[in-house]
């Protein structure tokens, strides 16, 4: 691969919005293919051509080069409505919006698609915790799927494909306020309980806190 610098990566156009999201033939991120990135992950999530990240019909014909599901950066303006529908259903669409939600300098949000539509987010935001000794960390909030999708292991693709990005940002833990009936599955994939303390979100009900040291 040639060498490319940070100057020409910043000249290349990129596809924004929805056109990026549902219009585009790169394969953006998929862990099961083992496409990480080495390098700043802002630019790698928008930049995948520069850095020789194959097209879907770059290894096989496309007719034959089909994936059920694939994880692409989205904006936070996408997380909204998969948010409020799993995770305050009662509620009205801003209660499902965080502070720093559309900063990228402290946040990404990733979204797991199958046949271009949006099923599956997650939200990462650069936020230290003083519970954790940790100086950088990242917490996980607003990881939603929805019902008809569950139980396919889609946050799960959202989290693997999210480690080596925060790893990368040189911060060495994930933490999360996890709600009391989602802990099976938090220590399914790596999480641990801080201690065994149950405290209340208002209008949500009892969480714990969970980390995973990244």
Excluded at 11 to 39: C, D, H, K, M, Q
Excluded at 161 to 167: G, Q
Aim: aromatic share 14%; charged share 25%; with cysteine.
């Amino acid at each position: 691969m040639s060498s490319i610098t940070k100057e020409d990566v910043c000249s290349i156009p990129a596809p924004i919005g929805v056109a990026r999201i549902l219009e585009s033939t790169i394969l953006y991120l998929n862990s099961s293919l083992g496409f990480w990135p080495s390098f700043p992950w802002k630019y790698y999530l928008e930049f995948p051509r520069a850095y020789g990240i194959k097209q879907l019909n770059d290894k096989l014909p496309k007719e034959d080069y089909k994936f059920s599901m694939r994880v692409l950066r989205i904006s936070a303006q996408d997380t909204y409505p998969i948010r409020q529908q799993v995770l305050v259903p009662t509620h009205e669409l801003k209660k499902a919006k965080f502070e720093n939600d559309d900063d990228e300098d402290v946040s990404f949000h990733l979204g797991a698609f199958k046949d271009h539509k949006l099923v599956s987010v997650a939200s990462f935001f650069y936020e230290r915790n003083p519970q954790f000794p940790d100086l950088h960390q990242y917490q996980l909030r607003g990881m939603a799927t929805l019902p008809e999708n569950q139980g396919q292991g889609l946050s799960s693709e959202l989290l693997t494909t999210a480690f080596p990005i925060i790893k990368q940002n040189f911060c060495t833990l994930l933490w999360c306020n996890a709600r009391e009936s989602a802990i099976g599955y938090y220590q399914k994939v790596g999480f641990k309980k801080l201690n065994e303390d149950v405290f209340q979100i208002e209008d949500i009900g009892p969480h714990v806190l969970m980390y995973k040291q990244i």
